[in-house]
């Protein structure tokens, strides 16, 4: 496929103009001289430099990688019909679309955007983290950050003791024996070809514990409602975990709040502070 430059110009300004602050959780500011969101707006919510975009919307620069406009897309907050428009103006083909795609649907983001004052975050059925809120990443540490099989949690879990640390102990027995349920369930689910095979596959090779898990044949075991977060400064945090779910992708937005009044809640607010204070 051949990129068409004026075609992809003209649909990245026309998706820009036609998104306001609010619509991607950003402050709207002193009154703006043009509609729509500023070129380095969009340029910092796509990850990239702002002469980088505006090359693109000048139709000029290097042809854009498929990461690239995947990170454009998401940025821009498309729908999965627009993504797949931008891919084939950029001379690529469409990503596949449903279970195991990254695209999240714009509605689950415009909720993200504006749970700013709690913890919370987008993940895949695999518990691969998408997106953090800030106070999520105060809470967890950046969950964004790994590669490779370690993106889904529950392969951390048996394989990476900082990730079990987060977690209060008398939690763990469960939390062993529901990551390896869910593993168990999606990798029949998705068949021997699917990544939670893979995962599997790997975990069997590598972890005594979860061949011990495993080998129970434990299925349906459901994460609990409430969840006992362990932060090195501020200790033990309970927390209720409610779940807003995106059947055609198979990512679920995480939002964890604190019974008002109790010592939860309070550290909630002072990890409000630490968490602004890392940003800083």
Known sequence: MTIDRPGLADFLRSRRT????????LPRGQRRRTAG??????????????????RLEQERGAQPSE???????????????????????????????GIGSKHINPG??????????????IVTELGETLRQTPLGVALTGDTTRFTGSARSVGYRWFTDPATRALYAPEDQAF??????????????????????????DE????????????????????????KHFVH??????ELTCQRLIDPDQGHSLLVYTAIPGSESHDKLELLAVIGSQLLH
């Open 67 to 97: 990461q690239m406009i995947g990170s454009i897309a998401q940025g821009l907050h498309l729908s999965l019909d627009e993504r797949d428009h931008l891919y084939r103006l950029a001379g690529h083909q469409p990503p596949s679309r």
């Open 175 to 200: 939390l062993t024996r529901m990551f390896a349920s869910g593993l168990r369930e999606l990798s029949t689910l998705r068949g021997p070809g699917s990544l939670a095979a893979h995962i599997a």
């Open 18 to 25: 036609a998104l306001l602050p609010d619509d991607v959780g």
């Open 108 to 121: 689950l983001l415009r909720i993200f955007d504006r749970l700013v004052d709690t913890p919370a975050e």
């Open 232 to 237: 090195p400064e501020l200790g033990t945090l």
């Open 37 to 54: 969101l500023r070129r380095e707006e969009v340029a910092a919510l796509c990850h990239m430099s702002t002469d980088y975009y505006s």
């Open 203 to 226: 975990l069997l090779r590598d972890s005594g514990e979860f061949r011990a898990a495993w080998e129970l044949h434990e299925i349906g075991i459901r994460p609990a409602e409430v």
